[in-house]
């Protein structure tokens, strides 16, 4: 009897052991499906908490300028800026002096817009940014501050980067041989500047 009996364990044995592996297999599934979903709600949770990011770029959280330019034209602006490196009241302050805000502006030289870009700009900006047409406000603001972040990546100084922006790499250091290194322009984009970001820092 017990022989017997000894005999059906032996036999069932393999079974068993199967068994017993297929439970602890899906222990182990179970635990790492847990594990894994505790994570990715903690990323999830800490993502939320921080600012959006773009290429890997962390963009802080929009503020806008108490100006005549739309809301939505000042955020298309400052993320525009976070992703450029420029300061989005530099940026503004440019736009501010080059235009008053004013998306239809049009000067003798042929200059368009907010950002007072020449047509001369339009094969680069075309080139690198797929730009099409500088009297689109959102095309005219992105292909400014490109032009403004080449500039900046090129001269140290806000007002050099200014005088390049407003005269071109030639004029400006022509006046920079003279020993001219600010214009009435350069003033008074720095005075805007400064008086924006006081402002909306202000309000932060």
């Given at each position: 009897?017990?022989?017997?009996?000894?005999?059906?364990?032996?036999?069932?044995?393999?079974?068993?052991r199967q068994i017993l592996y297929i439970a602890v297999a899906a222990i182990m599934a179970v635990t790492l499906l847990v594990a894994a979903l505790a994570v990715a709600v903690n990323s999830t949770a800490e993502a939320a908490a921080t600012e959006p990011t773009?290429?890997?770029i962390k963009l802080e959280v929009f503020s806008p300028i108490d100006?005549?330019?739309?809301?939505?034209?000042?955020?298309?602006?400052?993320?525009?800026?976070?992703l450029?490196?420029?300061?989005?009241?530099?940026?503004?302050?440019?736009?501010?002096?080059?235009?008053?805000?004013?998306?239809?502006?049009?000067s003798d030289?042929?200059?368009?817009?907010?950002?007072?870009?020449?047509?001369?700009?339009?094969?680069?900006?075309?080139d690198k940014l797929k730009i099409t047409d500088i009297t689109d406000p959102y095309q005219n603001i992105r292909g400014g501050v490109y032009l403004l972040g080449g500039y900046a990546a090129?001269?140290?100084?806000?007002a050099r980067v200014l005088m390049a922006y407003n005269m071109g790499d030639y004029g400006s250091s022509t006046l920079?041989?003279?020993?001219?290194?600010?214009?009435?322009?350069?003033?008074?984009?720095?005075?805007?500047y400064k008086e924006f970001k006081e402002a909306n820092y202000g309000r932060r």
């Open positions: 009897m017990k022989y017997r009996t000894y005999r059906k364990l032996r036999d069932k044995a393999p079974k068993i773009e290429d890997g100006c005549k330019l739309p809301e939505d034209l000042q955020e298309y602006t400052y993320y525009i800026c976070q450029s490196g420029i300061e989005f009241e530099f940026a503004m302050a440019v736009m501010y002096t080059e235009s008053a805000f004013d998306t239809e502006a049009l030289t042929g200059d368009y817009g907010l950002m007072q870009i020449n047509e001369a700009a339009l094969p680069e900006l075309s090129k001269y140290d100084e806000p920079w041989e003279e020993g001219i290194h600010t214009t009435a322009y350069t003033d008074k984009v720095l005075t805007k």
